[in-house]
Nanobody, 123 residues
Framework: QVQLVESGGGLVQAGGSLRLSCEAS????????MGWLRQAPGKEREIVAA????????YYTASVRGRFTISRDNAKKMVYLQTNSLRPEDAAVYYC????????????????WGQGTQVTVSS
């Protein structure tokens, strides 16, 4: 089992950037595919970005492609989401998630979740 703790959220003006971080503990981190998902008020939780256990494949939902970058450091048990050119529609609670698989998980079906970090974008 893996525990996840996100950090790095906050208030930013449109066009700005934030770097979200997720620290994992309690398991062999490199066994897990990782993802960042988000949920805005009144909307379903959606996958934003995903990365395989080795970091050799990534996925981005269309609305963030070219603006967000997911990365991981298995030695530090960390996964990151660099968010650039933020838009008001990017505002949401961002969750880090994990699934023990060698596959790239591009859906909401992860097994372990962090508590979330709020991203607010002012226009």
């Amino acid at each position: 089992q893996v525990q996840l703790v996100e950090s790095g959220g906050g208030l930013v003006q449109a066009g700005g950037s934030l770097r979200l971080s997720c620290e994992a503990s309690g398991a062999t981190f490199s066994d897990y595919a990782m993802g960042w998902l988000r949920q805005a008020p009144g909307k379903e939780r959606e996958i934003v970005a995903a990365i395989t256990w080795r970091g050799d494949r990534t996925y981005y939902t269309a609305s963030v492609r070219g603006r967000f970058t997911i990365s991981r450091d298995n030695a530090k048990k960390m996964v990151y989401l660099q968010t650039n050119s933020l838009r008001p529609e990017d505002a949401a609670v961002y969750y880090c998630a994990a699934k023990r698989t060698t596959l790239l998980v591009t859906s909401r079906f992860y097994d372990y979740w962090g508590q979330g970090t709020q991203v607010t974008v002012s226009s």
